[in-house]
């Protein structure tokens, strides 16, 4: 009989690209998203048959145990969260209950209704903080600096909580920034891949950023700060070691990133000159845009997960830029 797993967050980038891994590996997948009034869920949308659907909101408990009671799953991937950092400050209780919190009802609705279904939590590099080292690994001190690296960090030991206390197989992956075509417009690599795309193409009505302005104005682009630097990777892999890591004899948290590092400046030349272009004509920093605390340039040592699962990153930043640039010349025509 195949395997059941249930993905928490089926929407999200990572949980579109994980159901389809785990078709292709022949498991029945059930997605949870939240409950609204409007179905319009893009990542999601080629599935449509392929997988059931569940609605459920990790700030109700209960719509997640009778998700868990209903399908006995044997993998249970929490993938949801309020997942925008720079978002965290101007709703820290709610990013504490979700990101923070949802974890907590996840493991109860577990233990108590599928003990032995095996649980995956996305971690994420931001519980490291502005630690000062050129790496990060599994054994890095958690100085999470802003909320949403705080709840993480909450949520990421009570993993290891549930593990140690109920011998439960529950564990972490510890992610570095990782990205597609299928990112949220939150996120700065997306808004300037979007943003070369709706240049190029002159869409007269590109999509609002989080200010609710359209996206280029002027054919500018406004960013924050472009000196912050990030380790990126590929979600299309890092959703492969989230599924290893489930698979292990036992269970253990990893760190998962590409050891290197890019700038935001970076980012921007990569796109612009994909499709010939200047940059520096094209992208302004607005001080509206900077996060309150930036998070040091880290990379993400993965050594472990190769040492232990195979698990490497694959595609370059360079050739991730170019996948996206690709996808939103096609998007937005
Ligand atoms: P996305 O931003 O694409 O998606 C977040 C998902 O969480 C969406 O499906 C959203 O639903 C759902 N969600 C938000 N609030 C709730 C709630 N109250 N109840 C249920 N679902 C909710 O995430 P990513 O795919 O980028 O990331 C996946 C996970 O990995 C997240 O937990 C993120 O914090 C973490 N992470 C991501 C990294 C990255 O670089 N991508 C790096 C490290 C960790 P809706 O569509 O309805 O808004």
Same mark, same amino acid.
């Given at each position: 009989?195949?395997?059941?797993?249930?993905?928490?967050?089926v929407?999200?980038?990572?949980?579109?690209?994980?159901?389809?891994?785990? #078709?292709?590996? !022949?498991?029945?997948?059930?997605?949870? =998203?939240? +409950?609204t009034t409007?179905?319009? /869920?893009?990542?999601?949308? %080629?599935?449509?048959?392929?997988?059931?659907?569940?609605?459920?909101?990790?700030?109700?408990?209960e719509?997640?145990?009778?998700?868990?009671?209903k399908h006995?799953?044997d993998?249970?991937?929490n993938?949801a969260?309020?997942?925008?950092?720079?978002d965290?400050?101007s709703?820290? #209780?709610?990013? !504490?209950?979700?990101?923070?919190?949802g =974890?907590? +009802?996840v493991?109860e609705?577990? /233990?108590?209704?599928?003990? %032995?279904?095996?649980?995956?939590?996305?971690?994420s590099?931001?519980?490291?903080?502005?630690?000062?080292?050129?790496?990060a690994?599994?054994?890095?001190?958690i100085?999470?600096?802003?909320?949403?690296?705080?709840?993480?960090?909450?949520a990421?030991?009570?993993v290891?909580?549930?593990?140690?206390?109920y011998?439960m197989f529950?564990?972490a992956?510890?992610l570095?920034?990782?990205?597609?075509?299928?990112?949220?417009? %939150?996120?700065?690599?997306r808004?300037?891949?979007?943003?070369?795309?709706c240049?190029v193409?002159?869409v007269s009505?590109?999509?609002?950023?989080?200010?609710?302005?359209p996206?280029?104005?002027?054919?500018?682009?406004?960013?924050?700060?472009l000196?912050?630097?990030?380790?990126?990777?590929?979600?299309?892999?890092?959703v492969?070691?989230?599924?290893l890591m489930?698979q292990?004899?036992?269970?253990?948290d990893?760190?998962?990133?590409?050891?290197?590092?890019?700038?935001?400046?970076?980012?921007?030349?990569i796109?612009?000159?994909?499709?010939?272009l200047?940059?520096?004509?094209?992208?302004?920093?607005?001080q509206?845009?900077?996060?309150?605390?930036?998070?040091?340039?880290?990379?993400?040592?993965?050594?472990?997960?190769?040492?232990?699962?195979?698990?490497?990153?694959r595609?370059s930043?360079?050739?991730?830029?170019?996948?996206m640039?690709?996808?939103?010349?096609?998007r937005?025509?």
């Open positions: 009989m195949s395997k059941k797993a249930l993905i928490i967050g929407s999200s980038q990572d949980g579109s690209y994980l159901a389809d891994l785990l #078709l292709e590996k !022949g498991y029945t997948v059930v997605g949870t =998203i939240r +409950r409007t179905y319009s /869920r893009e990542n999601i949308a %080629h599935l449509a048959g392929k997988i059931g659907i569940e609605a459920a909101d990790l700030t109700d408990g719509s997640i145990a009778q998700a868990i009671k006995h799953p993998e249970v991937y993938i969260a309020m997942s925008v950092p720079a965290s400050w709703h820290p #209780l709610y990013t !504490g209950e979700v990101t923070g919190l =974890i907590v +009802r493991m609705a577990v /233990r108590h209704h599928a003990p %032995h279904a095996r649980v995956y939590q996305a971690t590099r931001e519980i490291f903080g502005d630690i000062h080292a050129e790496s690994n599994e054994n890095t001190p100085l999470g600096n802003n909320p949403y690296g705080i709840a993480k960090a909450y990421h030991m009570m290891k909580s549930y593990r140690e206390s011998g529950a564990c992956g510890i570095f920034n990782h990205e597609s075509p299928r990112r949220s417009l %939150h996120f700065v690599t808004k300037i891949t979007a943003a070369v795309a240049i193409n002159k009505a590109p999509p609002l950023d989080e200010l609710g302005r996206l280029v104005v002027d054919g500018k682009l406004k960013l924050g700060n000196d912050a630097w990030r380790d990126w990777g590929y979600a299309k892999e890092y492969e070691a989230m599924y489930l292990n004899s036992a269970p253990k990893y760190v998962i990133g590409t050891n290197t590092a890019y700038t935001i400046r970076d980012a921007c030349r796109a612009f000159e994909h499709v010939g200047d940059w520096q004509r094209y992208v302004l920093s607005d509206q845009l900077m996060r309150p605390t930036e998070i040091t340039a880290l990379k993400g040592d993965y050594s472990q997960a190769r040492k232990d699962m195979g698990w490497a990153p595609v930043f360079a050739e991730l830029i170019k996948i640039v690709d996808a939103d010349l096609k937005f025509r």
